[in-house]
């Protein structure tokens, strides 16, 4: 079939939806689909990687009537929100970055972060649910390649869509509630994890990879991104994730940020194809610390930090004008926002501008341990009670983050509860129905793919 018969086969509004996407899609990554690009080759592999990778358009179909948020929770007040919120942002880390030993679970992904409309992170977090489900039952059934996958083992279905969904929604109100009543607590945080749950045993994998953990020397990000050589640390030789700098390169690397950086820079590497969303974006990893440490507390001492590109926040493009603060160059609003939206934020968080672009510099987690839809879809633990439980804390989690935003008053949380009171039912319809477009967009998306010359 060609691809002039391909775009036969389409409707006019299959057509026109397409043509929404590729425009969205080229606004950020330069081009409209493309196989090549790995960014891109990641969206198709399921809608719930295709969600992870097109924030933009989410915003895009607010902007425009199609994703109509409830008016009532637009008339909240204004606060700081992570901006791409779905169920692969949030997981274990280390509070104060690299610095800290605490573990907690949090939101994990700040990029897109700016002040904006709660609602925005509330709605795109359910939307997320749904894909998870979708996504884990795909990889079950073959539709959707999976990494880890055991096809043996049980799988979320639909019904357990409505159960996370309330329980989500119900940890957000019970921390709003709680902080209305005591606005102490809004220094609190989800640090206790019940033993013998889905997520038990990844919070004893962060806390056995934080400094001074059994792990920290085999299993921690540090442990495993760096190797001993004769002259010391350096990073691993790994084509895959990592890419050394010639040596003109490095000294220009070098006095653009070792400034920023709290002890010697040891090595400096290009970080190869990280993320989704931000697949597409230049960053650097900085090993820093003493040279050539020869105990664990000297290692201990060794950190990396991540220099990222950053650009403007996905719902910035369509929603300019709701504060001045938004107006803060792209890096310093993630910054900004990443240290009122954390209880104890990185010590090490700044942003520089070099070559007309602005850098975000922040230190890696030692312990960051994510949490992917298969983690928490799949098996026995996730059925009876797991990927409920997971929304529920990441209700609680994002509650405190949006809370936080305000720490002189409650005015947020009251309004929230009272919005949230009359509004759940529709704002779960609304997510429903938005992760049926999803799929359908994700199946316009493979087809961009697979026949380049019948996109519009």
């Not at 198709?44 to 008016?71: C, E, H, K, N, V």
């Not at 945080?189 to 953990?213: M, Q, W």
């Not at 510099?361 to 799949?378: K, Q, Y």
């Amino acid at each position: 079939m060609t691809s002039a018969d391909k775009m036969t086969e389409m409707t006019s509004s299959e057509r026109a939806r397409l043509a929404t996407i590729q425009t969205q899609i080229k606004r950020i990554d330069g081009r409209k689909a493309d196989p090549l690009l790995s960014k891109h080759a990641k969206m198709a592999t399921s809608p719930f990687l295709f969600f992870r990778g097109s924030a933009q358009l989410f915003y895009a179909d607010i902007a425009s009537g199609i994703l109509p948020i409830p008016d009532a929770l637009t008339q909240v007040p204004l606060t700081c929100v992570l901006g791409d919120c779905h169920a692969a942002n949030f997981g274990f880390m280390t509070e104060e970055g690299s610095h800290g030993d605490n573990v907690i679970f949090s939101p994990n992904d700040y990029d897109d972060a700016c002040v904006g409309h709660a609602a925005w992170d509330l709605c795109r977090y359910m939307v997320s649910l749904k894909l998870a489900i979708d996504h884990c039952q795909g990889v079950k059934h073959g539709r959707y390649r999976g990494d880890k996958t055991n096809t043996s083992k049980p799988v979320v279905e639909s019904d357990h869509f409505e159960l996370a969904m309330d329980a989500f929604l119900d940890g957000y109100g019970t921390v709003c509630q709680r902080v209305v009543d005591d606005p102490t607590t809004l220094y609190d945080a989800v640090d206790t994890i019940t033993e013998g749950t889905r997520l038990h045993k990844f919070y004893l994998k962060a806390c056995a990879r934080a400094a001074g953990g059994d792990e920290f020397l085999t299993k921690s990000a540090l442990a495993k991104a760096v190797q001993m050589r004769d002259d010391g640390l350096a990073f691993r030789r790994n084509p895959e994730k990592y890419s050394p700098l010639a040596s003109h390169y490095f000294t220009r690397v070098f006095d653009a940020f070792s400034p920023y950086m709290d002890e010697d820079v040891i090595d400096i590497v290009e970080r190869n194809q990280a993320g989704t969303g931000s697949n597409n974006l230049s960053r650097f990893y900085f090993l820093v610390g003493p040279a050539k440490p020869h105990t664990e507390a000297s290692f201990a001492r060794c950190h990396i930090v991540e220099v990222k590109q950053q650009r403007e926040a996905a719902p910035l493009y369509f929603f300019p004008g709701l504060t001045p603060v938004n107006r803060l160059n792209p890096a310093h609003l993630t910054a900004r926002c990443q240290r009122k939206m954390q209880r104890n934020p990185d010590l090490l968080l700044d942003e520089a501008e070099w070559l007309e672009d602005h850098w975000l510099i922040r230190s890696r987690h030692h312990a960051r341990v994510g949490i992917g839809p298969e983690d928490i879809g799949i098996g026995n633990k996730s059925v009876d009670g797991g990927f409920v439980d997971f929304a529920q804390l990441c209700g609680e989690a994002l509650a405190y983050a949006h809370a936080r935003g305000d720490r002189r008053s409650v005015a947020f949380e009251a309004a929230m509860l009272a919005a949230l009171d009359c509004n759940k039912m529709a704002l779960k319809q609304l997510a429903e129905s938005y992760a049926d477009k999803v799929i359908k967009d994700h199946a316009l998306w493979l087809q961009a793919l697979t026949y380049p010359s019948s996109s519009t």
